[in-house]
């Protein structure tokens, strides 16, 4: 560890459990930002010894401050996507729906966000433009205001184009107490609707894989839905936005969170044919593909039906759906039920199927 202004940080190679055969790698790899195990391996091994007693050990995607009496939500993210366009959005909305999300998972009103742009000399200035007015939009739709900012340009060859940072912050009510340690054994597990869409527009048009197919990403605002679910009254524990790593990090992160085994029905999950053909033809699974505009929900059980019909009554869950239930056997762990009547194993992701995402 650092005692210093220039130390080193100490890296214990030998504990670093990273898939093969990437642990004893001494650089970076596209892994590594997938926002699966080697993420995970990254932010354990690396980053929290680093940081040392100044880190939270939590490092949620929000961190709920009581600064007061008022608890503030704190979120943070950045967005890398290629190509910075897609159908169905844009980097520019990207980057405020995917932070107003993250405050939203812990039962946060989104108020206001940051937006840092680091912009590759060279760029033409109507794709700043772009991007620029698709973040104004979104804020406008997602009832946030940007109200600070930072500009940097990189040189030519040291970036792809557009990077945006985005941090907000929301207030979370006093009542609210919604985090991935609360999901328990006898929770229903809920998913607002169809998995995999922002993966699959994205790689639609990415240059070496473009394939026809009318899937449009789902990047939106979550935090009208998350509220109507709250004024519900139902006992809502957790809640997630399956994005980097899919459906099946965010369900893997929880378990192991809550120590909680989850048992899913795989033909309940709602999968377009469009994904399922895309994932088919690109050899990918459907439940690690990234998604920007979906949640997935961890209730007490007897609240399940009455969040469903809630969900559905929102044009953003119309499609929710009963997944599965948490179960006291294979703690931290996620199993499936095929349509064959097997089980499978959903595992975490080791990296990323297809990187820059989001």
Known sequence: MAEDVGRRAVIDMESWVCPVPLRDSPNVVMG????GAMSQQLIEHLFLPSFGAAADANMGDSAVLDLGGLRLAFSTDSFVVRPPEFPGGSIGDLAVNGTVNDLAMVGARPTALSTAFIIEE???LVEVARAAEAMGAAALAAGVRLVTGDTKVVDAGSGDGIYINTAGVGVVAPAVDIGPRRAQ???AVLVSGD???HGVAVMSCREGLEFATSVRSDTAPLTDLVAAMIRSGAD???LRDPTRGGLAASLNEIAAAADVGVALQESLIPIPAGVRDACGVLGLDP????NEGKLVAFVAGGDAEAVLEVMRAHPLGAGAAIIGTCVPDHRGMVVARTALGGTRVVDMPAGEQLPRIC
């Open 32 to 35: 590594h930002g997938g926002g």
């Open 122 to 124: 060279g760029t033409p």
């Open 185 to 187: 054994v006898g929770d």
């Open 195 to 197: 998995i995999g869409v």
């Open 236 to 238: 809502i524990h957790t």
């Open 287 to 290: 439940m690690y593909v990234a």
